[in-house]
């Protein structure tokens, strides 16, 4: 921009305006938008989600991108920490260590329902998400509303595609420590990258690495417990070949391994630290007292977990088009041991869960020239899944080996899928282009569940029934919208489309004295509809975006428990697909650079999900209150300032709106306000940052919440808790 933008409107932009980026940059260089991410000759950031780079311009949907130097800027170092960045887009977690699941407007994932929302990572699809860093990455896409005329099944709310840091021509290096001092302790994580040629200009070759010691930010202060330490080992190898102008060939391959001696992955603490202290401080705990990050459990507790992934892509470009085709194989085990069925001192019950799962994927597909006014994508795809698990537990006092198990279950999955996409731009209408998409998806089902029991103390248990089930779920999935471009700068669009989730079969639920019917759930679809706009100014120094939109679901998958008259869990979790929700809303987005070397970013978004059927007893039904996980609003501000020299500052503002944990809406989270700030020097070569995360050291409920697993309705809710502030410096270096 060459002039000041006025005041008037630098305050609109800090009073809600929603913004995609963030900005770092060497002290020689001058200081871009923040947020700016990979562009395309005319300069606009592109999208690489559309299976064919497109000018966000040019795109006919709600997408942020966030690069590099975006993430870094804010210092995002797990992809939770993307709830800020993304307006709409939440990711709850069901412990320190356990699975993140993504809720975008209004449409919730839970750790006992696949996530609604596709992660593809260096094209590799990631439908249940670990906490695996964020290490390296070149670009973050997050596009928001169903895109499962390209993705297939879960990608219904949305889509979540991670692009990890490809070998270069060049030689290229840097070296990172952080260090972090919380209320639990200190951590200490260093990371780096080395890429560069292998053979001439065709073959190249990168390796990045992580390795991570800390103490968990929640601490067991029971007598004899073992201090909580998590260890992460991160190894992930590149290779790049191009023997000639056409053809392109990518392999990648990681090892991700944590340790976590102390550590339970889904720790869950009382929402309401009164109540429980008055309730079982004195009767269970002792006379000890938890305070806000810390808790009493008895039970022994490790967590061990790894994942394994390989993969390879081709892409070769013929005179009328490009061939893409993908494969990669993901394997993923954890051995859990030390839930603490009654969330005190009290030896009662302790479980375990053990599961490995093992993943395919392919993918082959023609693009034709995206230049033409009518172009196209056609191809096919197929994913697999095979999942073993089994829980145990042991009652009363015991060691981390005592352990009894319950029957192995195991699960597949199989998709296959045929997509086509088009474009059309008459020649007659200028800036008007219609698309429309349609995808066959196909799944298949199977569950074998093996007779048995899973003892839980006080003569209670869960019964398994000896099952075998399978069955196909099918779908036709169509997508259209229409887009008009009256000027460069200024787009305006509206689409449609259909998401889905296949069906399936549950399979621990089966209690004997529990129906037939909650072993088979049904598939669940949902229409949305979205209206939006984008703006940027000639210069590309200010942004502007913004979409509204509207969604329904008819057969909404939802868990479901079986308890007893106190409250007490008699069956394990289940599926259900008879209930219903509507989510409505909008988000807005922004970025400026009022005066050179400053940048302010914002971004709100506001969700009303409410189920419109939900049948939780059999006199309960939650029509008309909020879907959980779901908060009404999140917004973010962010400023950041760096002199010529390199000295720079940053702050941000997050707000997260009210949101219950659970369907009765009982356990409510209240609305949260936190505070980042940074400070430091960013040179062409050297970095070093000094950072506070979670200033005012909230503590939220981050996840699903439960009623005492051991005594039932004791007048408190069981929830995951977030991270308390966070001290640190990180120390960077380039070459």
């Known amino acids: ?8 409107s630098a305050a609109a932009i800090a009073l809600g305006l929603a913004v995609p980026a963030y900005a770092e940059t060497a002290a020689e260089e001058p200081a871009p938008t923040e947020g700016a991410a990979p562009q395309d000759k005319a300069g606009d950031i592109v999208v690489t989600a559309t299976k064919r780079g497109t000018s966000l311009q040019d795109t006919d949907l709600s997408v942020t991108v966030l690069d590099r130097k975006a993430l870094d800027a804010a210092r995002i170092r797990d992809i939770r920490q993307l709830d800020a960045a993304v307006p709409n887009v939440q990711f709850n977690e069901s412990g320190q260590l356990g699975s993140t699941f993504i809720s975008i407007r209004g449409i919730e994932s839970n750790p006992f329902i696949v996530n609604r929302a596709a992660v593809y990572i260096d094209g590799i699809p990631f439908r249940e998400l670990s906490n695996a860093v964020l290490n390296q990455v070149e670009s973050i896409e997050v596009l928001r509303g169903p895109q499962a005329t390209l993705y297939g099944a879960n990608s219904e709310s949305g889509l979540i595609v991670i692009n990890t840091r490809a070998p270069s021509t060049t030689a290229t290096g840097e070296m990172r420590v952080t260090g972090t001092s919380y209320g639990g302790g200190q951590g200490v994580v260093a990371d780096g990258f080395l890429g560069g040629p292998l053979a001439g200009d065709t073959l190249s070759g990168s390796v990045a690495f992580k390795l991570g010691r800390e103490a968990s930010f929640l601490q067991n202060r029971a007598p004899g417990a073992r201090g909580g330490r998590i260890g992460e080992t991160f190894v992930q190898g590149r290779l790049r070949w191009t023997p000639d102008a056409r053809l392109t060939v990518n392999a990648t391959a990681y090892i991700l391994d944590t340790r976590a001696p102390g550590v339970f992955d889904q720790e869950y603490l009382p929402l309401d630290i009164d109540r429980y202290n008055a309730s079982y401080a004195e009767k269970y705990n002792g006379g000890r ?3 806000r990050f810390t808790y009493l459990n008895d039970a022994p507790k490790r967590t061990n977990e790894r994942e394994i992934v390989t993969g390879a892509s081709a892409s070769y470009r013929l005179g009328y088009g ?15 041991r030390g839930l603490d069925f009654d969330f005190t001192a009290l030896p009662t019950v302790a479980g375990q869960d053990n599961k490995t799962k093992d993943f395919w994927n392919a993918e082959l597909r023609f693009s034709s020239p995206a230049a033409k006014p009518f172009n196209y994508i056609v191809g096919v795809s197929h994913y697999r899944q095979d999942d073993r698990r089994f829980l145990a537990t042991f009652v009363g006092p015991g060691t981390i080996d005592s352990f009894v198990r319950a029957p192995l279950q195991r699960a597949s999955a199989r998709d296959w899928g045929v997509f086509a996409s088009a474009n ?23 569950a074998r569940q093996l007779a048995g029991s899973l003892d839980l103390g006080a003569g209670g248990q869960f019964v398994y029934r000896d099952a075998t089930l399978s069955g196909g779920f099918s779908a036709l999935l169509p997508r259209i919208s229409v887009r008009y471009a009256p000027s460069p700068q200024l787009t305006f669009y509206a689409n449609a489309a259909k998401g889905y989730i296949p069906g399936g079969f549950n399979l621990t639920a089966a209690q004997a004295n529990l129906s037939d019917d909650v072993l088979r759930f049904a598939s669940e679809t949902m229409w949305s509809r979205e209206a939006g706009f984008k703006w940027r100014s000639t210069d590309g120094k200010l942004r502007v975006a913004g979409a509204a939109f509207y969604i329904r679901s008819n057969n909404w998958q939802e868990i479901q428990v079986a308890t007893d008259a106190q409250g007490r869990i008699i069956s394990s979790d289940y599926i259900g697909s008879n209930a219903s929700i509507d989510s409505k809303g909008f988000e807005l987005e922004a970025s400026a650079e009022p005066v050179p070397r400053l940048t302010l970013t914002a971004n709100f978004g506001y969700a009303d999900a409410r189920y419109r059927d939900l049948q939780i007893d059999a006199t309960t039904n939650a029509r008309g209150r909020r879907v959980k996980l779901v908060p009404a609003y999140d917004g973010y501000l962010a400023a950041r300032y760096q002199l010529a020299s390199g000295w720079f500052a940053r702050a941000e503002l997050a707000l997260t709106g009210t949101e219950t944990l659970e369907s009765r809406g009982e356990a409510v989270q209240p609305a949260t306000q936190t505070i980042g700030l940074q400070a430091g020097y960013d040179g062409k070569r050297y970095s070093a940052r000094l950072f506070v995360e979670n200033l005012t050291n909230i503590r939220r409920g981050t996840g699903l919440a439960f009623r005492n697993l051991g005594f039932g309705n004791d007048g408190n809710w069981y929830s995951p808790i977030g991270r308390s502030r966070q001290i640190g410096l990180e120390l960077s270096a380039r070459f």
């Open 1 to 8: 921009m060459n002039h000041i933008v006025t005041a008037a």
């Open 289 to 291: 007292r938890i305070e």
């Open 322 to 336: 490009t061939i893409d085709a993908a494969l990669s194989y993901r394997q993923f085990t954890s051995d859990a």
């Open 424 to 446: 059309w731009s008459p020649i007659s209408l200028a800036g008007l282009t219609f698309s429309a998409g349609l995808r066959y998806d196909h799944a298949q089902r199977a």
